[in-house]
């Protein structure tokens, strides 16, 4: 798990993060392998140049999520093993955003990592902050109990297991106020930024006047590849670092209501018709 991690770190809307949301949406569908041209082609009509693209597949490779490989003489690359674990863990995140209602259980990580371990420490921290744990005190993590099986594939890849302890509890008791707590917990400021972020950049395609009439069967243009693509890389991180609190947790005025409704009447439009253009794409 440890060479292939959930790639957190290319920007929405660099050529990398665009690459890998492409392979992320259709190189599974198509069977696992796709052509180095098709790759290309499917780039161009997101606006990026074939250099450009082959040296994000250059950078995909490195990170392991794909690896060349020949079929029937032609050129093309395939999903590893690890990062078709990645991709499956990232459709369930992004296609099925958390929401916790009250009753539901919460998951305390507490652990202690020497010095001689820091390393092991940093990483520990880093990958819990990217699936959208919270930080009570140093040693002393909390998320939503649906997530304990990930955090449990965390300490294990880190062999950290055994400096740590998990338990699962019902709501927190907390000396103030419930919402005081998760904004010392949370950093929620930056995940609502990241909400009104989508919904900037992606409300002028919310007005009915897209393509398709709300079941996703618009006219399968590079255009409309184009608008999907780029609403999910945009918001494919979200979904890791929200953590989908109970209400009494938020703030009044939380946007990740309206962005979740957004993201998910763009994709009812664009889905189908972006599929559609990629399969005659491939077929071309």
């Not at 082609?41 to 140049?49: K, N, S």
């Not at 250059?58 to 999903?79: D, Y």
């Not at 993201?263 to 491939?282: I, K, N, Q």
Request: hydrophobic content about 40%; charged content about 25%; overall charge neutral.
């Amino acid at each position: 798990m440890s060479a292939v991690l959930d790639d957190m770190d290319s920007r929405p809307g660099s050529t990398t993060s665009l690459l890998r949301t492409v392979i992320g949406l259709y190189l599974r569908e198509a069977g696992g392998w796709m052509s180095t041209r098709h790759i290309i082609a499917l780039m161009e009509a997101l606006g990026v140049a074939a250099p450009v693209s082959r040296t994000a597949l250059s950078r995909l490779k490195k990170k392991e999520i794909v690896l060349p490989q020949m079929r029937h003489g032609v050129a093309g690359f395939a999903v590893t093993e690890g990062a078709a674990a990645m991709l499956a863990r990232g459709d369930r995140r992004i296609f099925n955003p958390r929401l916790m209602s009250p009753a539901d259980r919460w998951c305390l990580v507490s652990f202690s990592i020497p010095e001689s371990e820091r390393e092991k420490r940093h990483q520990l921290r880093r990958r819990l902050h990217w699936i959208g744990c919270g930080t009570v005190a140093a040693g002393l993590w909390i998320c939503p109990d649906s997530l304990r099986e990930e955090v449990e594939e965390i300490l294990a890849d880190l062999e950290l297991r055994g400096m740590a302890t998990v338990f699962v509890t019902d709501t927190p008791l907390v000396g103030g106020s419930l919402r005081d707590a998760a904004s010392a917990w949370w950093d929620l400021e930056a995940v609502a930024e990241l909400h009104r972020d989508f919904i900037r950049h992606h409300r002028a395609e919310d007005d009915g006047g897209g393509p398709g009439n709300g079941s996703g069967g618009g006219p399968a243009s590079a255009e409309t590849f184009a608008r999907y693509v780029r609403c999910i890389d945009r918001w494919r991180i979200i979904p890791y670092l929200d953590p989908g609190l109970p209400a009494e947790f938020l703030p009044e005025d939380w946007p990740g209501t309206a962005g979740i409704a957004l993201f998910e009447r763009l994709g009812a439009v664009y889905s189908r018709a972006s599929a559609d253009f990629v399969r005659r794409t491939l077929e071309g």
